[in-house]
């Protein structure tokens, strides 16, 4: 099992920044993939940017050049750096984490990540 908490939400003005933090534990080595999911108001989940155990990263076509992943292998952490937000980017932020040795890391479907944090609410006013 692995548990994921995450902190770093918040409200903030459309242009500001803002940067989400994760903290992992339990059985982190069994995981190949970790990412940063978002539920907004009326839609459905939807990945934001993810990082595989080798490094590469993903993002969503609505956040690239804006968010930022990255990971601290030592401190089993996780972090999302958002830059130049807007509105349509409030919502609840989710880290999770994909089980197994290896295998495909990727945004597009919510289903494939098998751990999820409670989730930290951001609010992008206008």
């Known amino acids: 099992q692995v548990q994921l908490a995450e902190s770093g939400g918040g409200s903030v003005q459309s242009g500001g920044s803002l940067r989400l933090s994760c903290v992992a534990s339990g059985s982190v080595w069994k995981t190949f993939c970790m990412g940063w999911f978002r539920q907004s108001p009326g839609k459905e989940r939807e990945g934001v940017a993810v990082i595989h155990k080798d490094g590469q990263t993903r993002y969503h076509d609505s956040v690239k050049g804006r968010f930022a992943i990255s990971k601290d292998n030592a401190e089993n952490s996780l972090y999302l750096e958002m830059k130049s937000v807007k509105p349509e980017d409030t919502g609840i932020y989710y880290c999770?984490?994909?089980?197994?040795?290896?295998?495909?890391?990727?945004?597009?479907?919510?289903?494939?990540?098998?751990?999820w944090g409670e989730g930290t609410r951001v609010t992008i006013s206008a």
């Open positions: 999770t984490a994909r089980s197994g040795a290896d295998g495909y890391c990727g945004v597009e479907y919510p289903s494939d990540m098998d751990y």
